[in-house]
């Protein structure tokens, strides 16, 4: 069963990681298994926002 998804953004703290072409992204959850590396498939479940609360993608 697919996780609920988010009713609005989550509030965070701190700077995030901005990547080379500007966008921003915070972990709000870690994963505990083991990491994935070049050629792995992985299976990520997000929800995008943008910075005046709209929602603007989601995979969930």
């Known amino acids: 069963m697919a996780p609920a998804a ?3 953004p989550t509030k965070v703290t701190g700077d ?3 990547t ?3 966008l921003q ?3 709000i959850k870690v994963g505990t298994g ?3 590396h070049s ?3 992985v299976k990520v479940d997000y929800t995008g926002w943008l910075t005046n609360g709209k929602k603007f993608d989601s995979s969930v």
Do not use: F, L
Request: hydrophobic share 30%; aromatic share 12%; no cysteine.
């Open 20 to 22: 080379p072409s500007g």
């Open 34 to 36: 083991a990491e994935a």
């Open 39 to 41: 050629g792995q498939h």
């Open 16 to 18: 995030g990681t901005t």
């Open 25 to 27: 992204y915070w972990d």
């Open 6 to 8: 988010a009713a609005g």
